[in-house]
Nanobody, 124 residues
Framework: QMQLVESGGGSVQAGGSLRLSCAAS????????MAWFRQAPGDEREGVAS????????YYADSVKGRFTISQDNAKNTVYLQMNSLKPEDTDMYYC?????????????????WGQGTQVTVSS
């Protein structure tokens, strides 16, 4: 059974920080790329950051570079998204994705498994 469980979302004021966690089952973890996406109602799912589990290479959307950091803890089968200097426009539902290909593209169509999402709300 492949599962991704996100946690860590919440409400913060602009300039604040949150850390999202994505705990993966051993089957999905290590399957090439994992990533974080975000999506507002009616919008397409946007790639935020990706990481190659085997070698640790990371990619970021231009909108979050310098503010967000994706990292991994192989002992816990967990990927994190540290979000600093949050802005109101970062408000979205954030989703963890796994078993991805072409992680450098940050495209949702390249990922096979998804978590249920965690809400991030940033107030001005």
């Amino acid at each position: 059974q492949m599962q991704l469980v996100e946690s860590g979302g919440g409400s913060v004021q602009a300039g604040g920080s949150l850390r999202l966690s994505c705990a993966a089952s051993s089957y999905t973890y290590g399957a090439n790329w994992m990533a974080w996406f975000r999506q507002a109602p009616g919008d397409e799912r946007e790639g935020v950051a990706s990481i190659n589990i085997r070698v640790g290479i990371t990619y970021y959307a231009d909108s979050v570079k310098g503010r967000f950091t994706i990292s991994q803890d192989n002992a816990k089968n967990t990927v994190y998204l540290q979000m600093n200097s949050l802005k109101p426009e970062d408000t979205d539902m954030y989703y963890c994705a796994a078993a991805g290909r072409r992680g450098y593209t940050l495209e949702a169509r390249h990922y096979d498994y998804w978590g249920q999402g965690t809400q991030v709300t940033v107030s001005s």
